[in-house]
C-alpha cells in the first residue's frame, strides 16, 4: 500500500463508527497486517509519534516508589541474582506478555521495566504500550545507573567503536516511498494481530532486536564507501553531526515525533533492507526499533547509539557523563 492509499484508510477508518450508523459503507479492499496495524496504531493515541515516547522514569523516581509500583525485572536470573531492587520480579522477557495480562493493571500506578542498560526494558515497554497498557515504563539506563556496582553492562553496550575514520559528514536524503513490508499473522481481528506480533517479538528477545556498530561497519565496502543497512538517525541535527564524527554513510536523519508519521516519511523505509535506529545513547531507538519490528521492518538499535560511535571519553560516553546513583539494591531469588 502507498502512501496515499494508507492516509485514505486511516481516514476511512477513522470515520466508520459515524457512517456505519446511517450509511453502511461497501466492504474495504483488504489489506494486510502491517497496514491494519499502522491505521489502528495511528488513529489509536498514536504513542509512537506522541510526547508520551518514549515513556521513560528516573531511578529516583522509582527509588521514591518502591511500594507503590509494579518493578518488574527482565535481566538473566543470575544478574538478578547479583542484584536487584527490593521488591522487583524477575520476569524473562518471553513471559513479560502473559504476565502483565494475569494482573489488574487498573490498580496499578505505574510497570516499571528494569533491565541491565534500559535499552532492552525501553523494546518491551514500547511493546506493551503499542498494546494499550498506557501506565507501562522503562527505567532510564537501567540497573547501570541504579548502583555503580552494576555500571560495566553500561560500559560494555557503549564501547568505542573502531570505525570513526569511515564516517562522513554527507548528508543523505530520505528515500522514495514504498509500500509497507508484506505480513501475515494468520489473526483476523486487529487485538489479535497485536498480540500475536507482540507475543513474537517478546519471545525473540533483545538480541534479535538489537546489534554494536561495529557489526554494522563491518559490512563497509571499501571501493563504494557503503554498508548493508539503511541506517536512521533518529534525533536532531546536532546528533546527525556528532561533532566531529558525522554519521554511518548512508545514514538519513529522522525528527522524533514527527517523521515516523503515516503522513510524513514512515514508508520512506525501504522494505527489503536491514534497518539499523540509533540515536543518543540507545534508551528512545529502542521504542522506535519495537514500533518497525511490530510493522514488519527488520530493524534493529544500535546498542548504546552515538555513545558508542564516538572517541570522546566525557561528551558522548555515558559512564562519566551520567553519574551512577548508589541506590539500595537486595541479592538472591
Same mark, same amino acid.
Request: proline residues 4%; glycine residues 6%.
Given at each position: ?16 463508527? /459515524? ?8 466492504? $474495504? ?20 509519534? +506522541? ?37 522487583? *520480579?524477575?520476569?524473562?522477557? *518471553? =513471559?513479560?506478555?502473559?504476565?502483565? *495480562? %494475569? ?13 541491565? #542498560?534500559?535499552?532492552? %526494558? ?18 532510564? !539506563? ?36 514504498? +509500500? ?20 513474537? !517479538? ?16 563491518? #559490512?563497509?565496502?571499501?571501493? *563504494?564507501? #557503503? ?8 534525533? +536532531? ?21 514527527? &517523521?515516523? =508519521?503515516? /503522513? ?6 525501504? =522494505? ?8 543518543? &545513547?540507545?534508551?528512545? /531507538? ?7 519490528? $511490530? ?35 537486595? #541479592?538472591?531469588?
Amino acid at each position: 500500500m502507498n502512501k496515499c492509499a494508507t492516509i485514505f484508510f486511516i481516514i476511512i477508518l477513522t470515520l466508520l463508527p /459515524s457512517c456505519f450508523r446511517d450509511n453502511p459503507l461497501e466492504p $474495504l479492499p483488504e489489506i494486510s497486517n502491517s497496514e491494519l496495524m499502522l491505521v489502528y496504531l495511528e488513529t489509536h493515541g498514536n504513542f509512537i509519534n +506522541s510526547t508520551n515516547s518514549p515513556s521513560l522514569i528516573s531511578p529516583e523516581e522509582v527509588n521514591m516508589n518502591l511500594e507503590k509500583y509494579l518493578l518488574l525485572d527482565i535481566r538473566e536470573k543470575v544478574d538478578f541474582t547479583a542484584g536487584h531492587i527490593a521488591n522487583a *520480579k524477575n520476569i524473562e522477557m *518471553k =513471559n513479560l506478555f502473559d504476565y502483565i *495480562k %494475569s494482573v489488574d493493571t487498573s490498580i496499578i500506578k505505574k510497570i516499571v521495566i528494569i533491565s541491565n #542498560t534500559g535499552q532492552s %526494558s525501553g523494546y518491551a515497554a514500547c511493546l506493551l504500550r503499542l498494546y494499550g497498557y498506557q501506565n507501562v515504563y522503562s527505567m532510564n !539506563l537501567g540497573m547501570g545507573i541504579w548502583h555503580s556496582d552494576f555500571v560495566n553492562k553500561l560500559i560494555e553496550s557503549s564501547k568505542n567503536a573502531r570505525n570513526i575514520g569511515r564516517f562522513t559528514h554527507q548528508s543523505f536524503p530520505k528515500l522514495n516511498y514504498v +509500500s509497507l513490508p508484506a505480513l501475515i499473522t494468520g489473526e483476523k481481528t486487529i487485538d489479535k494481530i497485536l498480540e500475536s506480533r507482540i507475543k513474537l !517479538l517478546l519471545e525473540q528477545g533483545w538480541d534479535n532486536a538489537s546489534i554494536d556498530i561495529d557489526t554494522i561497519m563491518n #559490512t563497509y565496502n571499501t571501493d *563504494k564507501k #557503503t554498508i548493508d543497512y539503511f541506517v536512521i538517525c533518529y534525533g +536532531s541535527s546536532s546528533l546527525y553531526r556528532m561533532g566531529d564524527y558525522g554519521h554511518p554513510p548512508g545514514a538519513v536523519l529522522f525528527q522524533p515525533r514527527l &517523521d515516523l =508519521n503515516s /503522513s510524513a516519511y514512515l514508508q520512506t523505509i525501504p =522494505n527489503d533492507q536491514k534497518v539499523a535506529v540509533y540515536d543518543s &545513547d540507545g534508551q528512545t /531507538s529502542a521504542y522506535v526499533v519495537a514500533y518497525l519490528r $511490530l510493522l514488519g521492518y527488520d530493524a534493529k538499535s544500535i546498542l548504546g547509539g552515538a555513545r558508542s560511535m564516538s572517541g570522546e571519553m566525557c561528551q558522548w560516553r555515558w559512564w562519566t557523563c551520567f553519574k551512577t546513583k548508589q541506590f539500595d539494591y537486595v #541479592t538472591g531469588g
